[in-house]
């Protein structure tokens, strides 16, 4: 016996459809011009959206490159805005330092005059700009009996070794300033020598 292929129902009934159709067209020249011209415009179409599909897609991508594109706009921006601010509030800090200074040495010379009211006032004032200073996050820097710091710190004068230990900070002649961590000013310091 011969082994015969079975094909499923569903080949068999499109194998057949295609048979009668080139049958009809063989026939009807003009079914087979029309089929043709179909195949055609369907053809066409296909391109058609195909290369709509691809620009869709290309718009897309572009879109999302833009909006990324802003997105780091935005945020560089944001955090120059924020640098911009803080270096402004720094050199506005560091000239307002000359006048806690002369307040501080107004309070050591109304201690001495026996006009209680003026010193008290001086010592509001400053205590006032004391508190403003702490609110913005400036803070002064106080090593005194610390190791020096460079970073902190300019060494002026040399004390005795008898002043403490070598290398620590015996005495500050002028205090230093710094806000969020930066360094406003430098502390003016006696440093015992190692």
Do not use: W
């Not at 003026?118 to 820097?141: D, H, N, W």
């Amino acid at each position: 016996m011969q082994d015969v292929e079975q094909k499923p129902v569903a080949e068999a009934v499109d194998e057949a459809a295609e048979v009668e159709q080139a049958a009809q067209q063989a026939m009807d020249p003009e079914a087979a011009q029309e089929t043709a011209k179909e195949e055609t415009e369907d053809a066409q179409a296909a391109e058609a959206l195909a290369a709509a599909v691809a620009k869709q897609e290309e718009y897309l991508a572009m879109a999302q490159r833009v909006q990324a594109d802003f997105e780091n706009f935005r945020r560089r921006n944001q955090n120059v805005r924020k640098e911009a601010f803080d270096d402004g509030a720094r050199s506005f800090a560091t000239t307002l330092l000359p006048v806690i200074d002369n307040l501080e040495r107004a309070i050591l010379a109304a201690a001495e005059s026996p006009d209680e009211s003026l010193r008290s006032g001086v010592e509001m004032v400053y205590r006032q700009l004391c508190e403003a200073f702490e609110k913005r996050g400036i803070t002064p820097i106080d090593r005194l009996g610390e190791k020096f710091d460079p970073n902190l710190e300019n060494a002026v004068m040399q004390g005795a070794p008898e002043d403490g230990e070598p290398g620590t900070v015996c005495a500050v002649l002028q205090k230093g300033y710094r806000m969020e961590g930066a360094v406003l000013r430098h502390a003016m310091v006696k440093v015992v020598p190692e």
